[in-house]
Structure formats: structure tokens, C-alpha cells
């Protein structure tokens, strides 16, 4: 039987269709029905295995699947936890996604006199992040206690188990309907590929490098517009200026014109109304903007 690469998605949750989305566009089709654990990729070598979001790390650690797709947030804790164990982390996070961008910070009951992390000596702070909040208090030499919260943090507070909290929040609404107010962020947040870090076979590198190498085009993809335009031959060093991460321009003859070129080339950063405004300054005309549907560098 042929090897097969296993990478672990969330089961259900804010990731899970991002998740099976992004490996769709990487060209993977998987045959899944709802309620099975394990999805075939019936193309290329690839099982989905669909979990908990919180079981990805230790998975990918344990060698029981070579590729996750997590938030960045679970990820740092679950390292930072190996490390305190004397362990290091058997995985590296590879490429950050374009979704579940979310935040972890503090938050106050607004009936205390907690105001930022320079009142939090000697205080209790609950969170579901016990490891990543530990860090963050060495780093910054605050004396505080962490409790570890597994769900329903905000409560904390008000069941009396903590002075303030840690959480991910993505609106402040959460927070305002149990009366705490939003504090520091200690971690910005976003879904993440990790990648095994242990010695494949020649046969799963390849895959695991190729669809890696997909991921980013993908990522890529969805900024980058091809952009078609006319300009003076003289202004083509100030166009690729204009426009951020392009390669060199394509430049094609017009029939019968002699100084005026049809400039083609690929951005790969978002095209702004005011990016097309200045290249019509600088003497562009007929500029068209279309979407790049694949992308492989
Ligand atoms: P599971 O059953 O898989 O453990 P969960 O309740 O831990 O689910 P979700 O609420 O689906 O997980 O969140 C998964 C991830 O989505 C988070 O770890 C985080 O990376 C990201 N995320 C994005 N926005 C938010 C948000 N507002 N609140 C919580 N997580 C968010
Ligand atoms: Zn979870």
C-alpha cells in the first residue's frame, strides 16, 4: 500500500470550513461524509483527519500526522507547554492563513481597580491559555498567578476564582455582557499551517513540500490581480514602482504606435482605486484589474 500523509483540521468550528476550503483550492479532493473522522483524498495521497482544534499540535508531536491547520494561539501554547516539560516542539509553523484572525488579552471587571497588567501583582488571572500568560508575565516581570480556565473564562470574575482573565477576543461584546473591560493583547492570532518536524520518507516530503508550496499559491492568489494596461514606453520604470510586489512588466508592441507599449503584469499585493489614479498620472491608459485564478512561483 502506498504511504499516505495525514494532516489534522478542526472538526467543527470557526477553522473547519477555511480549512477544508483552502486544501480544496490546493487541488485536493476529499470524500468525507459528516460524521466520519477521517476524510480520503481521493486524488493525491492525503487522509483529513478532522479533530479537535486543541488536538492538533499533539498530534502532529506524536508523529500521528505530518500537517495541521490551527489557530497560531493553540500552537504557541502547546510549544511553550513542551518546552516546560524539557521537550521541545516537533513541529514549525509554516505559513499564516488568511482567516480566524482573532486576539488574546486581558480583560477587567470594571468594578475593580484594575486598569492594565501594572495592577496585576499579587493578582489571580484565569485563562485557557495557561502557558502563554506565564510567558508573557516572566517576560514582563509581573508576579501573578494563572489559573487554568478550560471554557467559560469570563465568568471567572464574577464566581470569584479570578481577579481578571485572559481570553481571545474578537469583539468587545463578550466581554461588555459580563461587565469586564478589554486590557493588553499579548498574542495577535491567526490559523496556521504547522509542519512536522521529524524525517520523512523521500515519497512524503515530496507531497508534504508540494502542498505547502500550493498553500502559499493560494494565499498568494487571493491578493493578486493581473493587471493589463497601456502606457508611454518612457514611463514603464515608474508603473512597476507604482504597483508592490511585481515582477518584471511584460511589455508588448502596440500595431502601428511607436511610443506606447500594453504593459502586462501580475501584483501580488492588494490594487487600490488610488494605485490606478497614479498610474493614470503617470500617463496609463485602458488599465484593466482581473483576479488571478492560479498562481505557482
Ligand atoms: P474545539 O471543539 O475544536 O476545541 P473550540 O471551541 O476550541 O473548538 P473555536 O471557537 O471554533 O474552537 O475556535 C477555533 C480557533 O478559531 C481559535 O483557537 C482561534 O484560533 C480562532 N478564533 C478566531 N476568532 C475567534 C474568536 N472570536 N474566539 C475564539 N476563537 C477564535
Ligand atoms: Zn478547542
Same mark, same amino acid.
Request: aromatic fraction near 6%; include cysteine; glycine fraction near 6%.
Given at each position: 500500500?502506498?504511504?499516505?500523509?495525514?494532516?489534522?483540521?478542526?472538526?467543527?468550528?470557526?477553522?473547519?470550513?477555511?480549512? +477544508?476550503?483552502?486544501?480544496?483550492? %490546493?487541488?485536493?479532493?476529499?470524500?468525507?461524509?459528516?460524521?466520519?473522522?477521517?476524510?480520503?483524498?481521493?486524488?493525491?495521497?492525503?487522509?483529513?483527519?478532522?479533530?479537535?482544534?486543541?488536538?492538533?499540535?499533539?498530534?502532529?508531536?506524536?508523529?500521528?500526522?505530518?500537517?495541521?491547520?490551527?489557530?497560531?494561539?493553540?500552537?504557541?501554547?502547546?510549544?511553550?507547554? !513542551?518546552?516546560?516539560?524539557?521537550?521541545?516542539?516537533?513541529?514549525?509553523?509554516?505559513?499564516?492563513?488568511?482567516?480566524?484572525?482573532?486576539?488574546?488579552?486581558?480583560?477587567?471587571?470594571?468594578?475593580?481597580?484594575?486598569?492594565?497588567?501594572?495592577?496585576?501583582?499579587?493578582?489571580?488571572?484565569?485563562?485557557? !491559555?495557561?502557558?502563554?500568560?506565564?510567558?508573557? @508575565?516572566?517576560?514582563?516581570?509581573?508576579?501573578?498567578?494563572?489559573?487554568? @480556565?478550560?471554557?467559560?473564562?469570563?465568568?471567572?470574575?464574577?464566581?470569584?476564582?479570578?481577579?481578571?482573565?485572559?481570553?481571545?477576543?474578537?469583539?468587545?461584546?463578550?466581554?461588555?455582557?459580563?461587565?469586564?473591560?478589554?486590557?493588553?493583547?499579548?498574542?495577535?492570532?491567526?490559523?496556521?499551517?504547522?509542519?512536522?518536524?521529524?524525517?520523512?520518507?523521500? @515519497?512524503?516530503?515530496?507531497?508534504?513540500?508540494?502542498?505547502?508550496?500550493?498553500?502559499?499559491?493560494?494565499?498568494?492568489?487571493?491578493?493578486?490581480?493581473?493587471?493589463?494596461?497601456?502606457?508611454?514606453?518612457?514611463? +514603464?520604470?515608474?508603473?512597476?514602482?507604482?504597483?508592490?510586489?511585481?515582477?518584471?512588466?511584460?511589455?508588448?508592441?502596440?500595431?502601428?504606435?511607436?511610443?506606447?507599449?500594453?504593459?502586462?503584469?501580475? %501584483?501580488?499585493?492588494?490594487?487600490?482605486?488610488?494605485?490606478?489614479?497614479?498610474?493614470?498620472?503617470?500617463?496609463?491608459?485602458?488599465?484593466?484589474?482581473?483576479?488571478?485564478?492560479?498562481?505557482?512561483?
Amino acid at each position: 500500500m502506498k504511504e499516505r500523509i495525514k494532516i489534522a483540521v478542526q472538526k467543527s468550528g470557526r477553522l473547519t470550513e477555511h480549512s +477544508i476550503t483552502l486544501l480544496q483550492k %490546493c487541488g485536493l479532493i476529499i470524500s468525507h461524509t459528516k460524521d466520519q473522522l477521517i476524510g480520503y483524498g481521493e486524488n493525491m495521497p492525503f487522509d483529513i483527519m478532522f479533530v479537535r482544534d486543541d488536538d492538533i499540535p499533539g498530534l502532529i508531536q506524536e508523529n500521528l500526522c505530518e500537517i495541521g491547520i490551527v489557530g497560531a494561539n493553540v500552537a504557541r501554547e502547546k510549544q511553550l507547554s !513542551y518546552e516546560s516539560s524539557r521537550s521541545s516542539s516537533n513541529f514549525d509553523l509554516e505559513s499564516s492563513l488568511d482567516f480566524g484572525h482573532c486576539k488574546l488579552s486581558f480583560a477587567y471587571p470594571e468594578s475593580s481597580s484594575i486598569r492594565s497588567v501594572n495592577d496585576l501583582d499579587g493578582k489571580t488571572i484565569a485563562t485557557s !491559555y495557561p502557558f502563554t500568560v506565564k510567558n508573557y @508575565f516572566t517576560k514582563n516581570s509581573i508576579d501573578a498567578n494563572v489559573t487554568e @480556565f478550560s471554557g467559560a473564562v469570563e465568568l471567572a470574575p464574577s464566581l470569584g476564582k479570578a481577579d481578571a482573565i485572559c481570553d481571545l477576543v474578537s469583539t468587545g461584546n463578550t466581554l461588555r455582557a459580563h461587565n469586564l473591560m478589554a486590557g493588553e493583547t499579548i498574542l495577535e492570532s491567526v490559523a496556521t499551517v504547522l509542519k512536522s518536524k521529524s524525517e520523512q520518507s523521500e @515519497f512524503k516530503s515530496m507531497w508534504i513540500e508540494k502542498i505547502i508550496e500550493r498553500i502559499n499559491g493560494v494565499l498568494q492568489v487571493n491578493e493578486s490581480k493581473y493587471i493589463m494596461m497601456h502606457a508611454p514606453k518612457n514611463a +514603464i520604470n515608474e508603473i512597476t514602482k507604482l504597483l508592490p510586489g511585481t515582477e518584471s512588466p511584460t511589455v508588448i508592441p502596440l500595431d502601428g504606435v511607436n511610443d506606447t507599449v500594453a504593459v502586462h503584469v501580475v %501584483c501580488k499585493e492588494t490594487v487600490f482605486w488610488e494605485t490606478l489614479e497614479e498610474l493614470k498620472d503617470v500617463g496609463a491608459s485602458s488599465i484593466l484589474v482581473v483576479p488571478v485564478e492560479k498562481m505557482l512561483m
